[in-house]
């Protein structure tokens, strides 16, 4: 065939998008999608700067957000987006049998963006916080797959140590979804 463009896009379970630049390497190009910028946002945003601001600190800079209208679709669409092409991802391509855990810890980590944490800290907030005991290296294990399925600027995720360290989202969907999305 002559003249075709192939798009590949996303991720599942089994495939996530640094894989698909490894299987076709060199015959192709990496594309980063990020989250709307604020200008970006109010390009396309219909009303005043001030329920703009509120609208995208509220509800992230995804592009598909401008369009909704109601705030029950739009949570609906962060908590979909956040369960099935994040939480599931992990669960699916890891294995993890207690998704719980999983979705506990990055409540957790959402809730304190920026603060130092090590496995250590996380699993005696676990234990004095939400009564549930989770080991060290199960809480290593799971903030790894999260690292793993948010690729950093050079497309590879970040492997975690037992020193302390501080997280960052890029977006604050996450921030939001995980927190007020998922409770």
């Avoid at 192709?28 to 109010?42: C, K, N, Q, T, Y």
């Avoid at 290593?140 to 793993?148: F, Q």
């Avoid at 960052?168 to 999305?181: C, K, L, M, P, S």
Wanted: charged share 25%; hydrophobic share 35%.
């Amino acid at each position: 065939m002559k003249n075709v463009d192939v798009y590949v896009t996303g991720s599942d379970a089994r495939f996530l998008s640094k894989d698909v630049i490894t299987e076709f390497r060199g015959q192709g190009d990496e594309v980063h999608m990020h989250p709307l910028s604020f200008a970006e946002f109010m390009s396309v945003y219909a009303g005043t700067k001030q329920d703009g601001w509120n609208e995208y600190m509220l509800y992230s800079g995804l592009p598909p957000i401008v369009n909704i209208s109601s705030p029950e679709e739009k949570i609906s669409f962060l908590k979909a987006l956040f369960e099935e092409t994040y939480i599931s991802d992990i669960v699916g391509r890891h294995n993890v049998w207690n998704r719980a855990e999983l979705e506990e810890l990055l409540n957790i980590l959402s809730s304190a963006i920026g603060s130092l944490t090590n496995p250590t800290k996380l699993s005696a907030t676990f234990k004095s916080v939400r009564q549930k005991t989770i080991s060290n290296t199960t809480i290593k294990r799971y903030i790894d797959y999260l690292c793993d399925s948010r690729p950093g600027k050079d497309g590879a995720g970040t492997a975690f140590s037992d020193a302390d360290r501080r997280f960052f989202q890029e977006d604050h969907y996450h921030e939001r979804g995980a927190n007020t999305v998922l409770q």
